[in-house]
């Protein structure tokens, strides 16, 4: 968001030609990626609320994320949405809660919140699940505004509240994204929290455009510094944000993601800060980090402006072995792909990629790459949806509400929205958090959209080809046993594909701890490599395709220790 909206009210003045995906026509014309709006069928009555009186306090917009994830290791990816609470002036009879839906499948979903003991009344933002104490079975971590949540898994399908015990409460903050990551490698998930600005009842501003109230934005507060937690394997948390130096810098953070942008076997961090330079923290070792994120090409766009950035997701677009950025942002301003040139150098390609395509009208929040067509390369998804209910009173551009962004890879480094022909342009959400699934283990990855003040959106991937795929879910005998932060490479054929797992990204959700590979006409996998944090190196080879497939630290051949000689070469 931005200085009371002043900013791109301003700048949309170029683009007065745009109009929101809202408004577009319907698909005519059927192409590779094909999706259908099952939410109907799939039993889910959730229902979103932001806690809003009327009075337009800053973070109102932000909330909430989602999450996707097995919480009962039975094969099947289940959903976790976050909501809002009744902030002050709004009276609620029934106070909403997080909720957690089982997944049946044939993509049917039992509301078993309360039965788990999951839903949180507090005011949810961020989401991230990793096990923490290494039991061997899944947590949530919930960032919120007021103190933050952790429920640890008791085995047995419920959860308790631990945060206070554990130490992460971080009460009296506004959240963000957040992030389990193994920033040392001894096999214990420790923890990223990111805070967005310094914030109270006392020190809202009231901001009014055109006559009209509107929503005050980040720079009308004090920026507020991050906090990064080291797991002490106890089972409680120290928090090391100064020594690190992590909590040297002030920031607006929105979503985050953890991943080895730099492939030296240690987990970064990228904060997209709203209306405030990005954030890439370097993990230098020792429980280190040193910012670069303006040495590394990160911090703004290529024409030197800072954006309302959103989300962020994290994904190998071009095959080249090295992890891409990309970054939603508001109305006016359009996403950003950064490319990942190697040696620790990104740079803004948007324009001549078509990463950005079709988002300049509206403001897009949840994103991720994902293999929609298992052509071999990630495409990308991206939810959109105003701030402002009302801001068509006041802008005629844009609307409140906004189809999705879809943007098909096709395999040469370039995108092409497709928006138009997937079956999503007949949509009116108010996108916020986004997960990418393969919800009904079809091979296939689904779309969970979690809508600002509405029910979400389910979206079935029913594209049709004869494509093959495969999925993977990291197990480890030896901590991290979910290996968060491990690089797997799949290679068949001339086709070399790399991902990571990551607890927490896009918009302030999780998704992708069971990661997806598209393999085109490839029938056959050659080599599966599994970099662990911490060092070691599984090598499987000759694996089937079309299967969703479980490896284990240890169960594979030994592959070469990572090291200069086994990345790939750093392009010109």
Known sequence: MRDGQARPFRRIGLVLALTCLAAGPAPNTEGPIQFQDVTAMTGITFVHTDGGSGTRYVFEPMASGVAVFDYNNDGKQDIYFLTGTPLRGMRMDVLPKNRLYRNDGGLKFTDVTDQAGVGSTGYGLGVAIGDYNNDGRLDIYVNNYGPNVLFRSNGDGT???????????????????????????????????SHYVTWSYDIHVPRALKGHPVYSGPRDYPRHV??????KGDGTFADISKESGIGANLGAGMGTVAADYDNDGRTDIFVANDEWPNFLFRNLGNGKFEEVALASGVAYSLDGNRKGSMGVACGDFDNDGWLDFHVTAFQGEGATLYRNLGGGLLEDVTHQTGGGLGTRPCVTWGNGFADFDNDGHKDLFMACGHIDDNVQLYDDTTSYLAAPVVLRNTGNGKFVDVSNQCGVAGLKLVGRGVALADLDNDGRMDVVILNSRRPPTLLKNVSKNDNHWIEIDLRSPKGNRFGV????????????????????QGYQSHFGMQLHFGLGKHNRIDRIEVRWIGGGVDVFENVPVDQLLTLTQGAGKAGAAPGPASLPERRP
């Open 159 to 193: 959860f308790t509240d631990v945060a206070k015990e554990a130490g992460v409460t971080c009460p009296d903050k506004v959240g963000a994204g957040t992030n389990f990551l193994d920033i040392d490698g001894d096999g214990w998930l420790d923890l990223f929290v």
């Open 226 to 231: 991050n906090t990064l937690y080291r797991n």
């Open 485 to 504: 932060g491990a690089r797997v490479k799949v290679v068949a054929g001339d086709l070399t594909q790399v991902d990571e797992v990551h607890s927490g």
